[in-house]
């Protein structure tokens, strides 16, 4: 039974910080790639954040590269994402997922699994 629980979002003034947490269950964390994703009211999901070659490399998406760190923790079977300097346009819903194939590739596409989402809201 393969499981991601999200956790972490709430609300937070401008420039504030979350971290958001993504428990898995059933998966290799070094077999896949982790993902993290958002989607705001309105608007289409949109890759975040990844972290793929067993944990080794990470990849950022333009609007939070310097803001943004995904890291993950083997032992605990879990994925976090630490965000800082939040602004207005992070509001959404952010979602954990995971990808089974191309353990190497930089990519936001092909994410098989997908989370229940938690909610961050920036004010």
């Known amino acids: 039974h393969v499981q991601l629980v999200e956790s972490g979002g709430g609300s937070v003034q401008e420039g504030g910080s979350l971290t958001l947490s993504c428990a898995t269950s059933?998966?290799?964390?070094?077999?896949?790639?982790i993902g993290w994703f958002r989607q705001a009211p309105g608007k289409e999901r949109e890759g975040v954040a990844l972290?793929?070659?067993?944990?080794?490399?990470?990849y950022y998406a333009d609007s939070v590269k310097g803001r943004f760190t995904i890291s993950q923790d083997n032992a605990r079977n879990t994925v976090y994402l630490q965000m800082n300097s939040l602004k207005l346009e992070d509001t959404a819903v952010y979602y954990c997922a995971v990808r089974y194939r191309g353990l190497w590739w930089e990519s936001f596409a092909g994410f098989d699994d997908w989370g229940q989402g938690t909610q961050v809201t920036v004010s």
């Open positions: 059933g998966y290799d964390l070094t077999s896949h790639c």
């Open positions: 972290i793929y070659g067993g944990g080794t490399r990470r």
